[in-house]
């Protein structure tokens, strides 16, 4: 979520809770939403008794983030949006909701799949989804996020079947995958790459030192780098919609699918993986050299399952390094010039990128070693039980920028919920 783009406000103050009517205060604008807090009241008392105390405490605290960001508008009606943080982005954002529905879903699977119909109901004639939908009814679509859409339709369709969703939501998925092939490198080079009029928006990851050296802000695709993350979630992508092609009795969407997977993923394990290094990276398009920094992207090929188990040894062994990621799961690796423990995308912490590459390292057998930085990461969150910060300070645990951030209350779950099992990963078993 870009800096600039941030519209802030005073922190929105809980008024009241009954009825399954809440009132927030955000600047001098009284929101009313109604919600329907049975479901959700009922999986939260039924899930608090199956976990630890701390981690009740958690979902308790997830659950109202999440719950407590949703507001309905003019910009999306007639559905009920959840914004990534009340009091600090206002508007809709394109991979947060993604998020948001994978959270979400665990109680109230509507809700979660209103998060895609805002989304797809204002995609673009090329296939691509805006970045932002403001509270206003504007829109940023000179840059787009991540395609992380189709897997988190899948898991959401997985705690909820729906088949006709999936028969509405389906062709609108295969245009947004035409997207990324016909404009971000797909189909030309076979691997690809973030663009737009800002390549570290068009990524999510904003200012990160990935894309230094003039990256970030290149008009010309011949200054490129096909990014391991980016290449990853296609691969996800795919995947998914040969789920969801299953599910529509569509056997030779289904093949095409996992065929186009397949594919991709040696072509990232041929030209992104550096045998020297021991690890996946970003690559110039042109020039083969390798991006500027190392990064939790490059654990996405273990959470889609595209490593081989000696490529996920030499990772891990990355992993563990105090001088890379070791303990925090750190944006960058540490000894990285220009690393900087809070500086938003060049060095914190994100429950994100942390939760894909600790799954990652876990399913490949590091369960030990993915469990103490996940368990560094959650004392970091309980640290702090006034809100769930938008990321963290990978030296200090400190919280920082955006409070009550909804994906990261998603990660949060994830981490209590989606971490000794494939509830997120059985699509690439």
Not at 6 to 28: D, E, K
Not at 187 to 193: E, I, Q
Not at 272 to 287: A, H, P, S
Not at 367 to 375: F, M, N, Q, V
């Amino acid at each position: 979520m870009p800096k600039n783009k941030r519209n802030r406000c005073a922190r929105p103050a809980l008024l009241l809770l009954a009825c399954g009517t809440i009132l927030f205060t955000a600047g001098s604008n009284c929101l009313a939403q109604t919600i329907s807090s049975s479901p959700a009241a009922d999986w939260l008392a039924k899930t608090t008794r199956e976990v630890s105390p701390s981690e009740a405490a958690l979902l308790k605290r997830s659950q109202a983030t999440l719950m407590g960001n949703v507001i309905t508008g003019d910009a999306w009606k007639p559905y009920r949006g959840v914004m990534p943080s009340l009091g600090t982005y206002r508007g809709i954002w394109n991979w947060d909701s993604a998020f948001h529905a994978v959270g979400i879903s665990h109680w109230d699977p509507e809700l979660a799949r209103e998060q895609f119909k805002i989304l797809f109901g204002k995609q673009l004639p090329n296939g691509a989804l805006p970045d932002v939908i403001w509270e206003k009814g504007g829109m940023v679509t000179t840059f787009t996020k991540p395609p992380v859409m189709a897997w988190a339709v899948a898991v959401v369709d997985r705690r909820s079947p729906d088949i006709q969703f999936l028969q509405e939501i389906y062709p609108k998925l295969v245009k947004l995958g035409d997207f990324w092939l016909n404009e971000r490198g797909g189909a030309a080079d076979g691997l690809f790459y973030y663009a737009g009029a800002d390549t570290g928006d068009d990524s999510g990851w904003d200012d990160s030192i990935r894309w230094d050296d003039g990256y970030r802000y290149s008009k010309s695709n011949d200054h490129r780098l096909w990014a391991i993350d980016l290449n990853c979630y296609m691969v996800s992508h795919y995947r998914a919609l040969a789920y969801i092609a299953q599910r529509l009795g569509l056997a030779q969407d289904r093949d095409k699918w996992n065929r186009m997977a397949s594919d991709l993923a040696a072509r990232i394990n041929t030209r992104l993986w550096d045998d020297k290094l021991g690890f996946y990276v970003d690559r110039d398009r042109k020039t083969g050299k390798n991006g500027p920094a190392l990064s939790p992207a490059g654990f996405m090929p273990l959470f889609v399952h595209i490593a081989s188990p000696q490529q996920a040894a030499r990772v891990a062994t990355i992993a563990s390094d105090p001088a890379k990621f070791f303990p925090g799961m750190p944006t960058v690796a540490y000894d990285t010039p220009g690393y900087v423990s809070g500086g938003y995308w060049r060095g914190p912490a994100w429950l994100n990128t942390s939760y894909f590459a600790l799954q990652g390292l876990r399913e490949y057998g590091y369960s030990e070693l993915a469990g103490k930085i996940r368990s560094n990461l959650l004392g970091w969150i309980s640290a702090d039980p006034s809100s769930l910060r938008e990321y963290y300070d990978s030296r200090t645990g400190k919280g920082a920028g955006a409070e009550g951030l909804g994906w990261s209350a998603t990660f949060a779950i994830a981490f209590v919920l989606d971490w000794d099992n494939d509830n997120l990963t059985w699509l690439f078993q």
